[in-house]
């Protein structure tokens, strides 16, 4: 199954978790698209600005975005239809959860690293 996987606070710094993410996802050859604060290049992966609808289907999106960062992507999020969320530590938003339920949009509160390290991604 294609696990395409939005990365949302993407960082082009090496030391930030995103970037680790984006990294780590693409060594396990899941597809990333990656959207942070302003364009940037990381190694030889372009990391997008804004809310780009020419992104094709999403299947996760990985937040390292706090709450309140997190508003203004709320219906961006939903119209991508993904299938899951995942709030990364630091990034638990539990009224945007309830909007994702409401949508039948499953909300996982876990690393995105941990999670790929340990094959349960």
């Known amino acids: 199954?294609?696990?395409?996987t939005l990365v949302l606070g993407a960082s082009p710094k090496?030391?930030?978790?995103s970037n680790?993410?984006?990294?780590?996802?693409l060594s396990k050859n899941i597809p990333v698209i990656?959207?942070?604060?302003?364009?940037?290049?990381?190694g030889n992966f372009r990391i997008r600005k804004g809310m780009p609808y020419?992104?094709?289907?999403?299947?996760?999106?990985?937040?390292?975005l706090?709450?309140?960062?997190?508003?203004?992507?709320?219906?961006?999020?939903?119209?991508?239809?993904p299938k899951r969320i995942i709030f990364?530590?630091?990034?638990t938003n539990s009224e945007f959860a309830e909007i994702l339920?409401?949508?039948?949009?499953e909300v996982v509160n876990d690393c995105m690293l941990v999670m790929l390290s340990c094959g349960v991604f």
């Open 54 to 64: 020419d992104i094709g289907p999403v299947h996760t999106v990985t937040l390292y």
């Open 34 to 42: 990656a959207i942070g604060k302003r364009e940037a290049e990381t």
């Open 14 to 17: 090496p030391e930030r978790y």
């Open 20 to 25: 680790r993410a984006i990294k780590s996802l």
């Open 88 to 91: 990364n530590p630091g990034t």
């Open 1 to 4: 199954m294609d696990k395409t």
């Open 66 to 81: 706090n709450a309140e960062n997190q508003q203004e992507y709320y219906d961006y999020i939903l119209s991508l239809n």
């Open 101 to 105: 339920r409401k949508n039948n949009i």
